[in-house]
């Protein structure tokens, strides 16, 4: 419907551009992006105010988090409905107004798809509750007996990532204790069982209805997942996804039957790239122990792009990040894909506070190290992802009060470790105090999770007038980017350093990056192009990344 993007054989003749292989896409936390209606939920007429905003920081596309009907039981990961819009963010009409707009500024629109689990809610599994044990309804997910003469344990030991067992036990429509279905996240997110022909197909329906609307690719989460072991036999270490919060269980994730299914759904977007030479991207939550395993879901018939949370989770230690790019480039580049870089997202910790910034300080020695980060991955070959408010340096929210959580890791353990709201928490535009322009009016209803006081020196209009501000880096980094043949997709080059330092170049374009807090030499004489903190000419202050052009 509103499919806009200049044909790739006409831009560039017999060779297509492909335009992710570059690309930089700005998540939308759509319920914390911007609130049209004075709910204290942002929304998709929101998201559509705020494009503007996105394309003066010069981002390429932007990928929405779900937005589909939904109980909210995990903020809309929970799906009850794909194929329409939850009326908290709005509706197909709204929807279909902010792709057209999107692609008006020439940026493109990803959505958030969930093809592991639904909801409890959704109407198949509704079904299969009211359908009897052994019934087709049943075998779209993963029902079992329970063990023990009265089938009152699991069927196997698997653990939740989100804590406690991976199964709850129904009560049966006659009223008695019966089977158990299996949820590798909350029990109110059952996970598809992807043997049965049923939900491929679905899924096919699915992709196509919003491709058909005019998007430009998916977002797949957690795209290690959809098959199980066939036997479903116990674990070796059980709690190991809850322990690591990560898709660890390797019976329950990684298994091989799951290639077959990016393989078609890699063919579905050809399909649609061959009508109008627009090519629709895939790109993968895809969490496993190797870059050479991530490697896989990124061959040329399967998805575009993974995301590569290695650099996320590297501690801030010049080894450690060269050892990261080196095997990503190595293994995921040499597949003939593009490393999908990251720093940030909706569940991690941001960098900021990661890095060592203190909740309610806003120059101390984690800014500085989240901004010479964001210099060093915008400088590497291939694409990146911004989280929102990354471009503002915002940081954790680490003291939210007990009874405001809404995150299920919370719910289901009481336990505060690894919870994601505070880098959910709504993002500030204006103001001295909340809402900071997030919901309009006074009579608005209070964002729906609070906004510290701190929030006023991250606000949006203030990032704007300070040409020293994270936004500022963040901008002048992509307009760089987007204007030098040396950046973007390619290969780099690592020269030889000081202690403590990291630095490569590509072509005439050498980015370093000091990891100490002490100024060293740089690497290049005279002024830098760009830098994400002061640095006069032949020095490299410390926590302090630069970008230099060789003359």
């Known amino acids: 419907m509103h499919n806009r993007c200049p044909s790739q054989r006409q831009v560039d003749g017999l ?6 292989r570059d690309a930089v896409i700005y998540q939308v936390y759509v319920r914390s992006f911007l609130d049209s209606t004075g709910d204290g939920v942002g929304d998709l007429a929101g998201v559509r105010a705020g494009l503007p905003y996105l394309k003066k920081l010069g981002v390429d596309g932007i990928w929405l988090s779900p937005f589909y009907p939904s109980p909210q039981h995990d903020h809309g990961y929970d799906v009850a409905d794909y194929c329409d819009v939850d009326p908290v963010f709005g509706d197909l009409g709204e929807f279909d107004l902010l792709v057209g707009s999107a692609h008006r500024l020439g940026v493109k629109v990803l959505l958030d798809i969930v093809p592991n689990h639904c909801s409890s809610e959704h109407p198949w599994f509704r079904e299969a509750l009211a359908a009897p044990a052994g019934s087709p309804a049943r075998a779209r997910f993963h029902f079992a007996d329970g063990r023990g003469p009265d089938g009152s344990e699991p069927p196997n030991n698997w653990h939740s990532m989100f804590g406690g067992p ?12 019966g089977q158990w279905y299996l949820h590798m996240f909350a029990p109110e997110q059952p996970d598809w069982n992807w043997r049965n022909p049923e939900i491929a197909a679905e899924f096919e329906r699915i992709l196509r209805f919003w491709l058909d609307r005019g998007i430009d690719g998916f977002r797949i989460d957690v795209a290690a997942g959809l098959f199980k072991h066939p036997e479903l036999p116990d674990s070796d270490d059980p709690e190991a996804d809850a322990r690591t919060r990560d898709s660890v269980n390797p019976l329950a994730w990684n298994q091989p039957e799951v290639h077959d299914v990016w393989r078609r759904w890699r063919s579905i977007c050809e399909e649609y790239t061959e009508r109008d030479g627009c090519e629709r991207l895939l790109v993968g939550e895809v969490s496993v122990p190797t870059a050479r395993e991530h490697a896989r879901y990124v061959r040329p018939d399967e998805l575009h792009q993974a995301f590569f949370f290695d650099l996320l989770s590297a501690p801030w230690d010049p080894d450690a990040f060269r050892k990261v790019i080196s095997e990503a480039m190595q293994d995921i580049a040499g597949t003939g894909s593009t490393v999908t870089w990251v720093l940030n997202n909706h569940d991690q910790v941001r960098t900021v506070t990661r890095y060592g910034e203190p909740a309610t300080g806003g120059s101390g020695l984690g800014a500085a190290r989240a901004r010479a980060a964001a210099l060093l991955m915008l400088a590497l070959p291939g694409a990146a992802y911004i989280y929102q408010g990354e471009e503002l ?13 809404t995150d299920p890791i919370f719910r289901r353990t009481g336990n505060r470790a690894r919870i994601r709201d505070g880098c959910r928490v709504p993002l500030p535009w204006s103001g001295q105090a909340s809402p900071f322009g997030f919901t309009p009016g006074a009579e608005s209803a209070k964002p729906w999770l609070p906004q510290p006081e701190y929030f006023a020196e991250y606000a949006t209009d203030r990032a704007l007038a300070d040409t020293r501000s994270f936004w500022h880096l963040y901008r002048d980094g992509l307009q760089l980017r987007a204007a030098l043949p040396q950046l973007g997709e390619g290969t780099l080059r690592w020269l030889d350093c000081p202690p403590g330092v990291l630095a490569f170049e590509r072509g005439d374009l050498v980015c370093a990056v000091n990891f100490g807090t002490a100024p060293t030499p740089a690497p290049v004489p005279g002024t830098p192009l760009l830098a994400s903190g002061s ?12 970008w230099w052009v060789r003359t």
Request: aromatic share 6%; glycine share 10%; charged share 20%.
């Open 166 to 177: 991976a199964w709850t036990r129904v009560t049966e429509p006659d009223g008695r204790p």
């Open 15 to 20: 060779n297509r551009h492909h335009w992710w």
């Open 393 to 405: 340096g915002l940081p954790e929210v680490v003291d939210l009060p007990d009874d405001v959580l």
């Open 535 to 546: 640095c006069p000419p032949g020095v490299l202050s410390g926590s302090t990344a630069a």
